[in-house]
């Protein structure tokens, strides 16, 4: 399996970003899809998981209502949506992909995840 991510740059705040995350691989729709993030100094920190057996979601306490993880079977595809950004969300965004047995609580770690994308750069201009 392997992950393309895409869709950073630069942008104000306030201002919105989709990412994309593209997968190759037969079994994506059965991998769990991750979003992490790590800015300059700190650790990497989670951001946003959706499952793969019925798409629900779950998101950090300082994205949730902002941020938005889709994901497209079809295309092999999953998104994150990220409006009224701050400051505080610059950082290095990545993709990861987590096997169908694990369960939510364990997918805020990055050690749950298989696979990792290499990161795509969001920065948030004050």
């Known amino acids: 399996v392997q992950l393309q991510a895409s869709g950073g740059g630069l942008v104000r705040a306030g201002g919105s970003l989709t990412l994309s995350c593209a997968v190759s691989?037969?079994?994506?729709?059965?991998?769990?899809m991750g979003w992490f993030r790590q800015a300059p100094g700190k650790e990497r920190e989670f951001v946003a998981v959706i499952m793969w057996s019925d798409g629900s979601t779950s998101y950090t306490d300082s994205v949730k209502g902002r941020f938005t993880c889709s994901r497209d079977n079809a295309k092999n595809t999953v998104y994150l949506q990220m409006d009224s950004l701050k400051p505080e969300d610059t950082a290095v965004y990545y993709c990861?992909?987590?096997?169908?047995?694990?369960?939510?609580?364990?997918?805020?770690?990055?050690?749950?995840?298989?696979?990792w994308g290499q990161g795509t750069q969001v920065t948030v201009s004050s």
């Open positions: 990861a992909a987590g096997p169908p047995w694990r369960i939510v609580t364990d997918l805020r770690s990055g050690a749950s995840y298989n696979y």
């Open positions: 691989g037969r079994t994506f729709s059965y991998y769990h």
